[in-house]
């Protein structure tokens, strides 16, 4: 499933629900503060990869989900 602010929105919980993982592909101010504690709870898998350094590690505190991404470690 795709989520995108101004092209594709749409409900973000339910986009991931379900997800083995979250693709952060672009840089939009709408993926910043997300509430990742109610988005783990949706997904099944636990991999939140950011390609444009969007999430950080801080953001995901307290959650299952693990961070990966373009420059750095896995």
Same mark, same amino acid.
């Given at each position: &499933?795709? +989520?995108?602010?101004?092209? =594709?929105?749409?409900?973000?919980?339910?986009?991931?629900?379900? *997800?083995?993982? #979250?693709?952060? @592909?672009?840089? +939009? !101010? =709408?993926?910043?503060? @997300? !509430?990742?504690?109610? @988005? *783990?709870?949706?997904?099944?898998?636990? @991999?939140?990869?950011? *390609?444009? $350094? #969007?999430?950080?590690?801080?953001?995901?505190?307290?959650?299952? /989900?693990?961070? =990966? $991404? /373009?420059? &750095?470690? =896995?």
């Amino acid at each position: &499933r795709v +989520h995108d602010p101004k092209a =594709a929105p749409g409900d973000l919980p339910s986009v991931v629900r379900g *997800a083995d993982a #979250v693709l952060v @592909l672009v840089r +939009h !101010d =709408a993926y910043r503060g @997300l !509430d990742w504690q109610a @988005l *783990a709870k949706e997904m099944r898998g636990q @991999l939140v990869f950011d *390609a444009c $350094g #969007v999430v950080s590690a801080d953001d995901l505190a307290g959650t299952d /989900l693990v961070l =990966a $991404g /373009l420059g &750095r470690g =896995a």
